[in-house]
């Protein structure tokens, strides 16, 4: 099997090695957050794509891969009830770091909760944020799920061989640990502190989501894809480009 090559550049932030990718170079800047070990290309290929991904006249994208996956390794990640608030901390000091002083967020799964946490302590820098799939909390049915796939050989057969082509024989331990920290860990992420969010919010999700965002964020909207499931942005691509284009675009003319 192919290794996959670093799509992007390596980059020091406080002290950690960050892979990021910055496609585009219109004048809305955006950050986008993958999911659990999740990666620029493996969550966001198809935004990130010239032909079927956001429009590069009018949006500049940063993709990462947070501290512990894919290129932004090593050190493994570390895993603590902190470990969204770190994130948080190292992505807003990246976009800094890189001259973004005012940019949207968007953030899948694990990213979502990054994303959350973002907007809540960085709120002059966030112009608006789309979150999905992930929460503010963890239900136990989520748990349920993320155990289910435990082992690797239970996976898509495409997705598999894509992350065996990043992290190889490790791939294995390290959903393990993403499991059992998902298990152990994870609770309450900023439950009592989405209301903070001032910035507009965009929540697209399947019919079977709940609202908790769309209720607790003061300016929030919903979109409620009528097929799909925890990787819209994947299964109804050019949808989702759409809708979340639209909402990011709105009020800029």
């Known amino acids: 099997m192919s290794k996959q090559s670093m799509a992007g550049q390596l980059i020091d932030v406080d002290g950690y090695k ?41 949006f500049t994208m940063i993709a990462w891969d947070p501290p512990g996956y894919g290129f932004s390794r090593p050190p ?26 005012l940019y949207s967020v968007l953030g899948w799964s694990d990213g979502a ?21 992930g929460n503010a909390y963890v239900l136990p049915q989520e748990k349920y799920a993320i155990h289910a796939i435990r082992n690797i050989s ?29 298990m152990n860990n ?11 969010i001032r910035c507009p919010t965009l929540d697209p999700l399947p019919e079977e989501h709940p ?7 003061y300016d929030s909207q919903l979109y409620r894809f009528t097929r799909g499931s925890h990787n819209i942005h ?7 480009n759409r809708v979340v284009t639209d909402f990011l675009l709105e009020d800029n003319y």
Request: with cysteine.
């Open 113 to 133: 909760k990054t994303g959350l946490l973002m907007a809540i302590k960085y709120q002059s820098n966030i112009e608006k944020l789309v979150v999905w799939g």
């Open 234 to 240: 994947q299964e109804c691509s050019d949808e989702f």
């Open 76 to 101: 493994v990640r570390e895993y603590s009830k902190d470990v969204y608030k770190r994130d948080a901390y190292l992505a807003a000091t990246l976009m800094n770091k890189l001259g973004f002083k």
């Open 18 to 58: 960050i892979h990021y990718e910055k496609v585009g170079s219109g004048p809305n800047v955006i950050l986008l957050l993958p999911g659990g070990i999740g990666t620029t290309r493996s969550d966001f290929s198809i935004q990130l794509s010239q032909d079927k991904g956001f429009n590069g006249h009018k």
């Open 186 to 196: 994870l609770d309450d992420i900023c439950r009592n502190e989405v209301h903070k």
């Open 154 to 182: 239970k996976w898509k057969r495409q997705t598999l061989m894509f992350f065996e082509s990043v992290y190889g024989n490790e791939l294995q331990v390290l959903w393990n640990r993403h499991v059992n920290h998902y």
């Open 211 to 217: 609202l908790f965002l769309t209720d607790k964020i």
